[in-house]
């Protein structure tokens, strides 16, 4: 199992950026894949972004282009950059790792998008 901590929501103007973070308690280099879901009330949690090991990326066609998972090996951290933020992103958002066939979460980051 991998522990992760999640941090960086908030509250945004549409329009703004927030960067998240996701600390893993291990190396990411020996984590199959690292990635983001995000659940709105009411809604089922889907995908945001995703990264595996060799580095491939993954986003869901709402948030291509505008947003961008990068991961730092030395920090032991993943990031969600988020640009040209919308209402509509508007979620709790969940960091997760899948490693030997088992998936972590961590405990989720508020990010609220409103004037």
């Known amino acids: 199992q991998v522990r992760l901590v999640e941090s960086g929501g908030g509250l945004v103007q549409p329009g703004g950026s927030l960067r998240l973070s996701c600390a893993a308690s291990?190396?990411?280099?020996?984590?199959?894949?690292l990635g983001w879901y995000r659940q709105a009330p009411g809604k089922q949690r889907d995908l945001v972004a995703a990264?595996?090991?060799?580095?491939?990326?993954t986003y869901s066609d709402s948030v291509k282009g505008r947003f961008t998972i990068s991961g730092d090996n030395a920090e032991n951290t993943v990031y969600l950059q988020m640009n040209s933020l919308k209402p509509e992103d508007t979620a709790v958002y969940y960091c997760?790792?899948?490693?030997?066939?088992?998936?972590?979460w961590g405990q989720g980051t508020q990010v609220t998008v409103s004037s």
């Open positions: 997760y790792a899948d490693r030997l066939r088992l998936r972590s």
């Open positions: 291990r190396s990411i280099v020996s984590i199959d894949a």
């Open positions: 990264i595996t090991s060799g580095g491939t990326t």
